[in-house]
């Protein structure tokens, strides 16, 4: 079973702050993402990766920087964190092939005040 | 580049009705959609997918068809138990690019 870790769970953050979020997989999958969970918008693409050392912006990059320093972590910074970053992040990881099914981590629950 | 619509924002059927989930999509290069369940407070795993060289897949339960003309796509569960109740997600790759576009989500809630 493919498995993929988010650290933290849950982080309280102030507005103007930097904030990292964690994701390990043990899939040795090259591709890895990470999306946002709103309510009335789905899950939206922030940044993605093919490998370590590569990072590629997704549909909502801004306000987001993404690092790859290995095939099993990619990690999500908020520099200067913002109310509106308040939200559920999710990182996956996915094979490079005609399925590329993601598997996803638990999720971040993110609050900004 | 590619926008993917859920058309069904929420669901509401009978134990043991049959449900339909229907997405569209915009890029006509898209060849692979996957769907993906979410149930309450947890994250999201995989539940079935269909590539453009076919037009219907099924395990058990669910089935998912592609009309590649009208670029639809629908999840179809039969014999719906409340255990389906979930979000469910529609996503949409194209051949050579890594990076699903998803629907909205489905809210689908099964009543016994």
């Known amino acids: 079973e493919a498995a993929v870790t988010q650290s933290p769970r849950n982080k309280v953050a102030v507005t103007g702050g930097k904030v990292t979020l964690s994701c390990n997989q043990t899939?040795?999958?090259?591709?890895m993402y990470w999306y946002r969970q709103d309510t009335g918008h789905g899950l939206r693409l922030i940044h993605y990766?093919?490998?370590?050392?590569?990072?590629e912006k997704g549909d909502i990059p801004d306000g987001y920087k993404a690092s790859r320093p290995s095939q099993e972590n990619f990690s999500l910074i908020l520099e200067l964190a913002t109310p509106s970053q308040t939200s559920v992040y999710f990182c996956?990881?996915?094979?490079?092939?005609?399925?590329?099914?993601?598997?996803f981590g638990a999720g971040t629950r993110l609050s900004v005040l | 580049g590619e926008k993917v619509e859920q058309h069904e924002s929420t669901l509401s059927v009978r134990e043991g009705d049959s449900a339909v989930i229907n997405c569209t999509y915009t890029?006509?290069?898209?060849?692979?959609f996957p769907w993906y369940k979410q149930e309450a407070g947890k994250s999201l795993h995989f539940v079935i997918d269909?590539?453009?060289?076919?037009d219907r897949k099924q395990s058990q339960r669910l089935t998912v068809l592609l009309d590649k003309k009208a670029k639809r796509f629908s999840l179809h569960i039969t014999a719906t138990q409340p255990e389906d109740s979930a979000i469910y997600f529609c996503?949409?790759?194209?051949?050579?690019?890594?990076?699903?576009?998803f629907g909205k989500g489905t809210s689908l809630v099964v009543h016994p």
């Open positions: 996956a990881s996915g094979e490079q092939g005609s399925q590329n099914t993601l598997y």
């Open positions: 899939n040795n999958h090259n591709n």
């Open positions: 990766s093919y490998g370590a050392g590569s990072t």
């Open positions: 890029d006509t290069a898209s060849s692979y």
């Open positions: 269909i590539r453009s060289n076919v």
């Open positions: 996503a949409a790759r194209s051949g050579g690019n890594y990076k699903p576009t």
